[in-house]
């Protein structure tokens, strides 16, 4: 092969038999399961404690009444057989079969399921309790270790997996190899996005694709084959799931592609055509037989909605500031003994509606900082009419800790407090960047900019500006008052992970 192939190094690949590959996978199901089993065993413990001490006690008597009987360790063995049959529940409401089939699970988007299965699964071992106490007095007090286990588990089951979920963002064990039909620029754009994100569990070996396109992308993986060697590549690699994105393949071979991936049990994702419009909201139809994908409306909410966001903002910016206040005041004192000049940069900024305001942030960078600016124009990293820059000699050494931190944006819950602002929107640019976005990408200004979003909580710097206005368009388009929240519980995770913070 030579030619219109393109190959580059790439790391020596392990060669896995398609029976360790399953074992992998059927391991990898297991542990939310596993996870849950533990931490249900540990809540009816911890259960038990609590309301027998409550109970036996007579801290209860005035809603149990005076002769309500004592709960006793029986109840605690008995609740410990039920475990199975809070799994099996869990299992009927769908949750593992998320995981096994999904790349990407979030505990948030899974809660509305997870707490209906623990509603059921309290009255399952209410159930089986009672007919174990047989009536005795005893029974009486079982409701009291059943609500205060269900409550108990209504914390731990959700802080359990999503534990676990962060730790694979981390380091995941259970990584397995993919392979990508499409060698051209949406192709690129997934490894991308896969490789920043371990929690997905793929490692992409290669492309697979009839002709490759020259390139100087230096992540650039290599070209495998053509699709008539997909068994070989796919039996050579362990591949686990194969990705189709936009393949200069003819379309009767990719549905070949698609027959041969469910004959070998390999997982098959699609990149679907107009990914940019796309969204979690978009619905799937079948019209007779034809699978129809339904957009949203722009999320365009009324005033209620509205003025729920704007409290949310208020309450939420001031309490942060009162919170963080000394830390706050050691950064800004900080500030003052490393370097000559202003503890605040102030900047104009494009806001909503093309209104301009002043952003504040901590001063990371010398005084004269916008003065060099132009001299370092051939060294921009980023894309698009974003400047950044990896190793900016402009940063001063306590800005570098401040920005790995995040540390240098808390100034803007000042602008939130006014309202110039949002605890979550798209990042407001400077002027002169803001101007060079047209056409979709000016969708931004049509919403409050926030101090996070769906481009810090993905990679911030990391993420080209092409994706980082499409990642806009989807929020304007799509936001809700629950997909604020939880982005902020994922800004936490992004700021731990300290993912393209320069």
Not at 244 to 268: N, W, Y
Not at 316 to 331: D, E, F, K, Q, R
Not at 337 to 350: N, V
Not at 409 to 433: D, H, T, Y
Request: with cysteine; charged share 20%.
């Amino acid at each position: 092969m030579s030619g219109e192939w393109s190959f580059l190094p790439y790391e020596e690949e392990q060669e896995m038999p398609r029976r360790e590959l399953q074992v992998l996978r059927t391991v990898h199901s297991l542990v939310i399961p596993l996870v849950d089993l533990i931490t249900l065993a540990g809540a009816m413990v911890f259960g038990y404690l609590i309301s027998a001490y409550l109970v036996n006690r007579g801290y209860l008597d005035g809603i149990l009444g005076s002769r309500h009987g004592e709960i006793i360790r029986t109840e605690l063995w008995a609740s410990m057989v039920t475990i199975p049959l809070w799994l099996l529940v869990f299992h009927y409401f769908g949750v593992y079969r998320r995981e096994s089939r999904r790349l990407s699970v979030s505990t948030f988007d899974e809660l509305p399921q997870t707490l209906g299965a623990l509603a059921v699964g309290a009255w399952v071992m209410f159930s089986f309790l009672a007919v174990i106490t047989k009536g005795d007095l005893t029974g009486r007090a079982i409701w009291s270790l059943v609500a205060i286990t269900w409550l108990l588990l209504m914390i731990m089951i959700p802080l359990g997996r999503a534990f676990v979920r962060i730790g694979f963002s981390f380091y995941n064990p259970f990584r397995t190899s993919a392979l990508v039909v499409g060698a051209g620029d949406v192709g690129r754009s997934l490894i991308g996005r896969l490789g920043r994100h371990k929690e997905y569990g793929l490692r992409v070996v290669g492309f697979l694709d009839t002709s490759c396109k020259a390139s100087d992308d230096s992540n650039q993986i290599q070209l495998l084959g053509r699709p008539s060697e997909l068994r070989s590549i796919i039996d050579r690699y362990g591949i686990s799931r194969v990705i189709i994105a936009f393949s200069r393949t003819q379309h009767p071979l990719i549905l070949g592609i698609i027959h041969q991936c469910q004959e070998m049990k390999v997982d098959v994702s699609i990149v679907p055509r107009f990914f940019e419009a796309l969204s979690s909201r978009a619905e799937i139809e079948d019209i007779e037989g034809l699978p129809l994908l339904s957009l949203p409306r722009y999320a365009r909410h009324g005033g209620v909605v509205r003025t729920v966001k704007r409290l949310m903002d208020l309450f939420g910016s001031a309490i942060i500031m009162l919170i963080l206040s000394p830390l706050l005041l050691l950064v800004a004192a900080l500030l003052k003994l490393a370097s000559p000049g202003p503890i605040f940069f102030k900047q104009e900024r494009l806001g909503k509606n093309h209104r301009h305001f002043m952003m504040y942030k901590f001063r990371s960078m010398h005084v004269d900082a916008d003065e060099k600016k132009d001299e370092l124009a051939d060294m921009n990293e980023a894309t698009g009419p974003i400047f950044k820059m990896k190793d900016d000699p402009r940063i001063t050494r306590t800005g570098r800790i401040i920005r790995r931190l995040s540390i240098d944006e808390l100034p803007q819950l000042i602008n939130v407090f006014k309202g110039e602002m949002s605890l979550v929107g798209p990042r407001p640019l400077p002027l002169a960047e803001a101007e060079q976005c047209t056409g979709t990408a000016d969708m931004r200004h049509f919403v409050q900019p926030g101090i996070t979003g769906l481009w810090q909580v993905l990679g911030r710097s990391e993420i080209p500006f092409e994706e980082m206005v499409q990642l806009d368009y989807i929020y304007v388009t799509n936001w809700t008052l629950m997909w604020d929240i939880k982005i902020i519980l994922r800004t936490v995770i992004a700021i731990a992970r300290k993912r393209g913070a320069y």
